[in-house]
């Protein structure tokens, strides 16, 4: 699962350097207000924004279907990760509703944490954690036995 997680990850990094190559060329700029002035106010750089933005979107909604409760499903059951990853997929299906809700609440809380110099991360990953394991004990059925 990290390995998969990781290359989601080099993926969106690819992407990127190729929409940056597309819409921006592949000259360096000089200096930072170069880029952000090429990047805001050229019509390259807002399409470069708007199209990044959504492919970052869908890999980060494909990742986040794929371990919605994989991660805890494989440390609480003796499965492949691939059943792990296609019951987290169908837990998705299944409660769309539960799963934006809690992908909100994820993003909302990192982004708090993060504000003090990523010190709230010690208390929130813990949090998260332990929410996630609660939530897929309620999500995930119990098989019979």
Request: charged residues 10%; contains cysteine; proline residues 4%.
């Amino acid at each position: 699962m990290g390995l998969i997680t990781v290359l989601f990850f080099i993926a969106w990094i690819c992407l990127v350097r190729v929409l940056v190559v597309i819409f921006l060329g592949t000259h360096t700029f000089p200096s930072l207000d170069d880029f952000l002035v090429a990047l805001t106010l050229t019509s390259n750089g807002l399409l470069f924004l708007v199209l990044g933005h959504a492919v970052g979107a869908l890999l980060a909604i494909a990742l986040f279907s794929l371990t919605f409760v994989s991660f805890p499903l494989l440390l609480d059951r003796d499965i492949d990760v691939v059943t792990a990853l296609l019951t987290s997929v169908r837990a998705v299906i299944a409660s769309p509703g539960v799963a934006i809700g809690w992908a909100i609440i994820v993003v909302l809380l990192l982004i708090v944490a993060c504000l003090p110099f990523f010190l709230g991360l010690l208390v929130v990953l813990p949090v998260l954690g332990h929410t996630t394991w609660h939530l897929y004990r309620k999500i995930v059925p119990r098989s019979g036995g």
